[in-house]
């Protein structure tokens, strides 16, 4: 039968080796304007089985690397990265946001994502840590909050080799099988993914306040991202503008990174542009077999808006819509807010092009330098 347990203090998960323990969770985002969240609890599920572990993130995050052989110790580790067991103190809740999908604005949220919590590291690292599939939340417009394990091991695999390629990435620290069917298609089994972000505030969320909150909300999310990402922009004479100059830029090195690999990210919806940066949802994504800036990855992307050579001016276009949330924060004369934002972001191609010629530069020169290290030539340096 479901079940949930949550103990008094910490929870701690015993190996011969090592131990792991979660440690408190931090709840900052409660910072922000409350009508951006729902408290909600992760649903338990039947039978929770481990399937991947992220050792090296769990190190990274000052979590015990373990070496899990006894069967009780990794039934421990599936009850807690399941949701059918939630850390002492946490206070689990789903985030609500808008976003322009294929072009369309809508309102949306978290369907099936959990934020447990905000996981502070010995470095001093604030990551969100939540769980996809882990059960219908106040935004899951009819749908089943679950997700399959198909999907889910593909994000934990695409996320990963994302970041080994040294690409701003959310990170997988878990997967876990629920012992439950979703229906798709057809039935396929179920399970929940661990992510680990630098944070989930979106474009989404800022479009969200801007159009159904008011402008003290939208004051507080503003000042609440920049003390989270961005905090050499506190004392900046116009902070709204100034975080989206610092967006962009983000986001321009962002998407280069995706050019240079190949990466076609298949739903640039804004709700799937973070503002700290970071690739996230991995849904419909691949990368290049073959060069054709028109390839699309997305089976609903009739009309090709997300296909490779696309993703620049998505990029932009995603930008103006964070401008448009923002204008009431960046001057109180509409008029000239929008001419602020905009001579700003009609600088974006020029900024753009820097940075990809530069990332051109940068892939030419190392792979003439291990040519070079191979014998194949010698090289005068500096050339």
Not at 60 to 75: G, P
Not at 172 to 198: D, F, N, P
Not at 307 to 323: D, R, S, T, V
Request: net charge positive; glycine share 8%.
């Amino acid at each position: 039968m479901p079940y949930r347990t949550q103990s008094d203090s910490q929870v701690y998960v015993y190996s011969r080796k090592a131990s792991i323990s979660w440690f408190p969770l931090g709840h900052k985002l409660s910072a922000a304007p409350h009508r951006l969240y729902s408290r909600q609890d992760p649903q338990p599920v039947h039978a929770p089985k481990l399937r991947l572990w992220n050792s090296a993130l769990a190190r990274t995050l000052d979590l015990a690397a373990v070496d899990f052989q006894r069967e009780e110790e990794l039934e421990q580790l599936a009850v807690l990265f399941s949701g059918n067991q939630v850390p002492s103190g946490a206070r689990p809740l789903a985030q609500a946001y808008a976003g322009h999908q294929f072009g369309n604005f809508t309102k949306l949220g978290d369907g099936r994502a959990i934020l447990i919590g905000e996981h502070l590291t010995a470095a001093g690292k604030r990551v969100d840590i939540q769980l996809k599939g882990a059960g219908i939340t106040p935004y899951s417009r009819g749908g089943d909050g679950r997700a399959t394990r198909k999907a889910m091991l593909r994000e934990y695999l695409i996320s990963e080799a994302m970041h080994a390629l040294g690409i701003p990435s959310s990170r997988s620290l878990a997967v876990v099988e629920t012992g439950e069917q979703v229906w798709r298609q057809e039935k396929e089994s179920g399970a929940i993914l661990t992510r680990v972000m630098s944070s989930h505030l979106r474009v989404g969320t800022f479009q969200y306040a801007r159009h159904f909150l008011d402008v003290s909300a939208l004051q507080a999310l503003l000042t609440y991202t920049i003390e989270r990402h961005y905090p050499e922009l506190r004392d900046v004479s116009n902070p709204a503008l100034a975080l989206l100059e610092a967006v962009m830029e983000r986001q321009i090195q962002l998407v280069v990174h995706w050019l240079r690999v190949g990466f076609i990210h298949g739903v640039m919806n804004t709700d799937n542009m973070s503002i700290c940066g970071e690739t996230f949802d991995y849904g419909p994504c691949a990368f290049l077999n073959t060069y054709d800036p028109a390839t699309v990855f997305s089976s609903i992307d009739s009309q090709g808006r997300y296909a490779f050579g696309n993703q620049p001016g998505i990029a932009q276009w995603n930008l103006a819509a964070l401008a448009g949330a923002l204008l009431p924060l960046v001057a109180t004369d509409e008029k000239q807010a929008t001419e602020l934002c905009t001579a700003l972001l009609n600088d974006f191609p020029r900024r753009f092009t820097a940075a990809q010629w530069e990332m051109y530069a940068h892939k030419m020169v190392s792979q003439a330098l291990k040519k070079r290290d191979k014998g194949f030539f010698k090289i005068s340096w500096p050339f």
